[in-house]
């Protein structure tokens, strides 16, 4: 929505599609708050921000891309503030801003603890005011490529059926991520890495696919996420012997060390045999009733809901779940890839500003950033060249293919190889990696694939046929969990998400200070690597 925005302000002829409703998009699901060095809680400085970014990053996010996200967040969230997001304050009535994982100051803007809730509101009332075309409950299958340019999007109108066919002369993939591959994910039912697939077919790369971030405080067993928020007020997390164990991983941040130290330590607690039926615990009961209903409703809320437990009384039971992809869509600052006409910006997109891990709030500002320049640098290429024309042939390709998957009618059903491929995801390709649990998921990977040519949709209606997007949805998400076990086999150290304790427990940037690339030919993926782009941070110890 920001890109879009953006790029109506700048002049240009702009539409919308989504594959659900703009304001159900996952951004609604974000909970905790938005990053920048506003300084309203502490000195506080873009610097600072951007040091800390490049730490939590584990020395892999690019440092030109992390300076850029850093300088522009302080104006990108007055503006929001402007359209009228409403921030939780200070006494003094200045934006509030409260401290986050591996953040060395309080700089986390919030909303109670439906931020992401406020600003998708926000943002699409701006899509209103403007009179943008939405063409919602669109599900974008293809992009149409054309004289080496992206001239456009094939959808399936999922209300009234069938192919459509828009012509653009830039388009802007902003899909989101691929929490789906996992059973247990934070992640809502559209996330399946759609623009990441599309993007992936027509010759881009996919930077950084092995970087799945798993967050420490998830509901068990439906993966709803329970803020950091939580811990930036103070919440403890403990083990079954009620000690809070992460004095002994990461003694001086505790609650407040980045992600995927918590989740590793989380994930060691259980292994061992300190947790509590899969899980341990945040307990929040300290803060007090009145905290918790001021700041942090939203969670009171959902595990009330969703665990049956009132955290004013009793401590919430966690555990790590799949959250956010770091990896995604190669692209420049200004969101652009190497296929002209095509931008991609937010977590379908690696610039890489959160190299292979991220810290909490910066998603949030990633999309409004990086939105909004790639929606800006999207219209001005568009108002400087020439008009496009979807050719005939490519519409047909599409119907073609699409009849032969609804024309089958014995075979296999797609929630069987999605459930598998999320369950034996979670197992070998999770929080700790081995080399050879990664190479069986690659092998089952290649049988659910074959598996796949022989699915079969049953439903053959044109409303809400619901069947055949999954079974698309099925076929991106098959394609994308090629490119990470490839991608994971491959960097041979532990970094980040990427923790491979029992054959290369450290980090090596010696061989490893790299980007994998990963490229789809004849069907499958071929890796390859790029540097990282240092500005002046060189890499240091990452400890917390």
Not at 140 to 155: E, H, M, P, T
Not at 173 to 189: E, F, P, S, W
């Amino acid at each position: 929505m920001r890109a879009a925005i953006e790029a109506h302000d700048a002049g240009a002829d702009v539409a919308l599609i989504s594959k659900i409703h703009p304001v159900r998009s996952h951004s609604g699901a974000a909970e905790g708050g938005i990053n920048a060095a506003l300084g309203n809680a502490s000195e506080d400085d873009p610097e600072k921000h951007a040091f800390d970014t490049v730490k939590g990053s584990d020395y892999l996010g690019d440092q030109d891309a992390i300076e850029v996200l850093c300088n522009e967040a302080p104006d990108d969230v007055y503006q929001l503030e402007h359209w009228g997001a409403v921030f939780s304050r200070t006494e003094d009535g200045r934006i509030a801003q409260r401290p986050f994982g591996a953040a060395g100051e309080p700089r986390t803007a919030y909303a109670a603890d439906i931020t992401g809730h406020v600003l998708v509101h926000v943002l699409y009332e701006q899509l209103m005011k403007r009179e943008l075309q939405v063409y919602e409950e669109w599900f974008a299958w293809q992009l149409v490529i054309d004289d080496d340019r992206c001239q456009g999007v094939i959808a399936w109108d999922l209300l009234n059926g069938g192919l459509k066919t828009i012509g653009a002369k830039t388009v802007i993939l902003t899909t989101g991520g691929a929490g789906r591959l996992y059973t247990g994910t934070t992640n809502a039912y559209a996330c399946t890495g759609d623009g990441m697939a599309m993007a992936l077919r027509v010759g881009v790369a996919l930077k950084d696919m092995e970087m799945m971030q798993f967050h420490p405080t998830t509901l068990a067993p439906t993966g709803v996420l329970i803020t950091e928020g939580c811990r930036g007020e103070g919440a403890y997390l403990l083990n079954a012997e009620g000690e809070r164990f992460l004095k002994r991983y990461a003694p001086n941040a505790m609650e407040l060390a980045s992600r995927d130290v918590i989740s590793r330590a989380e994930q060691t607690e259980i292994d061992e045999g300190r947790g509590i039926d899969g899980n341990v615990l945040l307990d929040l009961r300290h803060l007090g009733a009145e905290k918790i209903n001021e700041r942090l409703h939203g969670t009171r809320e959902l595990s009330m809901v969703f665990a049956g437990v009132d955290p004013i009384h009793e401590p919430i039971p966690v555990r790590p779940g799949a959250h956010y992809h770091m990896g995604g869509v190669d692209t420049d600052l200004d969101g652009k890839t190497t296929l002209e006409g095509l931008y991609a910006a937010g977590e379908c997109a690696c610039v890489s500003v959160h190299g292979a891990n991220r810290l909490g709030g910066n998603a949030l500002m990633e999309t409004i950033t990086y939105g909004k320049r790639s929606g800006r640098h999207a219209a001005e290429w568009a108002l400087t060249h020439t008009t496009v024309a979807v050719p005939p042939a490519v519409e047909a390709d599409a119907e073609r293919t699409l009849k032969k998957l609804l024309d089958r009618t014995k075979g296999e059903r797609p929630w069987k190889i999605r459930d598998e491929l999320a369950e034996t995801m979670h197992e070998n390709f999770g929080v700790f990696r081995r080399e050879q649990d990664m190479r069986k998921q690659g092998e089952l990977v290649d049988a659910l694939r074959e598996r796949y040519k022989r699915v079969v949709v049953d439903d053959k209606g044109d409303v809400f046929n619901n069947d055949l997007t999954q079974a698309l949805e099925l076929e991106f998400l098959l394609e994308l969990a090629d490119c990470m076990i490839v991608s994971g086999l491959a960097r041979k150290e532990s970094r980040g998400a990427h923790a491979r304790p029992y054959d290369y427990p450290e980090r090596d940037d010696e061989h490893y200070m790299k980007h994998t690339i990963v490229t789809w030919v004849d069907g499958q993926p071929q890796l390859d690597w790029a540097p990282v782009r240092v500005t002046k941070w060189e890499p240091m110890e990452r400890t917390y």
